[in-house]
């Protein structure tokens, strides 16, 4: 990370210079060109999207209606981007946009706002955001992973999947996590309330969305402060800003736009009717997290029984029987949620698992396979790596375990020690330390350092000495015991003053049990 933030700041030094900020129309410095945005945005949207629950599918037109309402007020921002609308599966109430113009809404926001207005002011803030090159100005100052610009993900992830996302889906998280600053946060209510003025709404409702998410926030709701407001701190100086503004914008002729109330409850309609059923199914969600099984199951039947069509009830049942080891309910269960939406990289990996556990490791192997295509995970590299290790191909198993490895999570911390458990024994060289010196009585001492995080036994290394006569001695010396990250010194032999050449080398260790 730290060698790729420096390559960057010395390319940065080289090849930046003065970009045109496209809504402002201020020069400013900077290095990452809108075709890199646009490039970022399209690598990052579907991970990004995945990592939130994926999209909302039980009422397509929904999406179709949030998109022709962006589109709108795309086309007034002046600013050119390949705009993509999304509707998000998550009940927390946020909205973000990637660089390039590629911009998310989760239906737990959607349900809290009156009016088409408000959605206008809310995409309008966002669209302002990608147009304004904002998160690219993030990327700059490195306050996201500047990785992205180079193809290479690392970095924490903070999101809902955080433990498990790895690679292209933690940079993911890096971007629609970000707090943009006061600065960028002020130009996105100023311009964005611009746009949707410009688009024929009312600019009032970019007032009332931000009276709200005050109110709101001041209640401490915590599903707000884990979305929007985490990324969009609401004060009551940005109410104030934007009623100042919709005062000029009146003055300047903006007068009787449209507010859009009952298109908005006509398209919100089939969700708001869903209400119960998504509040039983996060509190089935809860529960689980929390192995509070009997509660999960009563609430997930109770999500099923008031809408049988979405994916993720069904998806959410997979998981508590999987928990219960019952892997042909759960595998029936994932069916149901993949006819529903063929989409989301959580039921092919819950499938995949339970088809593992079946036995059927062909067809788990084609479910892992495509669940990471939709999002590379921790969970779905270790279960491939279990699937390549029960069929004897150790060195794929271990690639898969490392990979998982790369993630801080639990998965990938044990997938990391089942790694070097099959690996270890056959290449101790690759892992361990073995280094000699002779001390000032002549003793010629083995140092043997274990760098890994687990704890090993019966370590051997082989000395190999070349004395001035050009004789070779050959010794063997084992540790019963070596800790993780512990290091150990060893007489390999006395009276060493002879010793011309010496060479150390690990030649066997196993994982301690
Ligand atoms: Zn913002």
């Known amino acids: 990370m730290d060698v790729i933030r420096r390559s960057l700041v010395a390319l940065t030094l080289l090849v930046g210079g003065c970009v045109e900020n496209p809504i402002t129309g201020e020069r400013e410095l900077g290095f990452v060109s809108m075709a890199q945005q646009i490039a970022i945005g399209e690598q990052q949207y579907l991970p990004a999207q995945q ?16 998109q022709a309402v962006g589109a709108r ?7 050119e981007l390949p705009y993509e609308f999304v509707v998000l599966n998550n009940s927390v109430p946020n909205a973000w946009a990637l660089p390039g113009g590629k911009l998310a809404v989760n239906r737990g926001l959607l349900t809290e706002l009156s009016n088409e207005a408000e959605l206008a002011a809310v995409l309008g803030h966002e669209i302002a955001h990608a147009a304004g090159r904002h998160g690219a100005k993030s990327i700059e100052r490195g306050m996201v992973s500047q990785a992205v610009l180079v193809g290479v993900a690392v ?6 999947y955080a433990g498990t996302a790895l690679g292209v889906a933690q940079t993911a998280a890096g971007l629609i996590n970000q707090k943009y600053g006061r600065d960028a946060e002020r130009e996105a209510d100023y311009y964005g309330t611009r746009f949707m003025a410009r688009a024929g709404y009312d600019p009032h409702a970019a007032v009332t969305v931000q009276q709200k998410l005050l109110a709101l926030s001041e209640r401490g709701e915590t599903s707000w402060i884990e979305g929007l407001f ?15 503004l919709v005062e000029t914008l009146r003055a300047e002729g903006f007068q009787g736009g449209e507010f859009g109330a009952q298109a908005y409850q006509d398209a919100l309609r089939p969700l708001r009717s869903d209400a119960d059923a998504y509040a039983a199914y996060d ?18 039947e109770e999500a099923l029984r008031l ?11 997979g998981d508590l029987r999987l928990a219960q080891s019952r892997y042909d309910d759960a595998r029936i269960n ?30 788990a192997e084609a479910d892992l396979t495509r669940s990471l295509a939709l999002l590379p ?28 490895g790369q993630s801080g999570s639990a998965t990938g911390q044990a997938a990391r020690t089942r790694a070097l458990t099959l690996d270890l024994p056959r290449r101790p060289e690759r892992y361990l330390e073995a280094q000699l010196s002779r001390d000032a009585a002549a003793r010629l001492i083995l140092q043997v350092s274990n760098p890994t995080p687990v704890d090993l036994a019966d370590v051997t290394v082989a000395v190999e000495t070349v004395g001035q006569d050009g004789a070779r001695r050959a010794y063997r010396r084992t540790l019963p015991a070596l800790d993780a990250g512990s290091s150990r010194l060893v007489l390999v032999t006395e009276g060493a003053a002879e010793v011309l050449d010496a060479r150390a080398v690990p030649v066997a260790a196993r994982v301690a049990n």
């Not at 809408?307 to 049942?317: I, P, V, W, Y």
């Not at 949620?337 to 698992?353: K, M, P, Q, V």
Request: glycine fraction near 10%; charged fraction near 30%.
């Open 51 to 66: 990592m939130q629950g994926g999209r909302y599918r039980v009422d397509e037109a929904l999406t179709g209606y949030v």
């Open 73 to 79: 007020v795309a086309a007034a921002s002046g600013v």
């Open 155 to 160: 970095g924490a992830a903070d999101s809902e």
């Open 230 to 244: 985490a990324s969009h701190p609401p004060s009551a100086e940005r109410v104030a800003n934007n009623r100042a």
């Open 283 to 300: 509190g089935a969600r809860r529960a689980l997290a929390e192995d509070r099984r009997g509660d999960a199951e009563a609430r997930i």
């Open 307 to 317: 809408q049988d069509r979405e994916a993720a009830f069904h998806g959410l049942r």
């Open 334 to 363: 994932y069916d149901r949620a993949i006819e529903r939406n063929d989409g989301y990289f959580a039921y092919f990996l819950g499938r995949g698992i339970a088809r593992a556990r079946l036995g059927a490791a062909d067809a």
């Open 377 to 404: 995970s921790a969970a779905a590299y270790a279960e491939l790596g279990r699937l390549a290790e029960a069929a004897g191909d150790h060195d794929r198993a271990v690639r898969y375990y490392l990979t998982a």
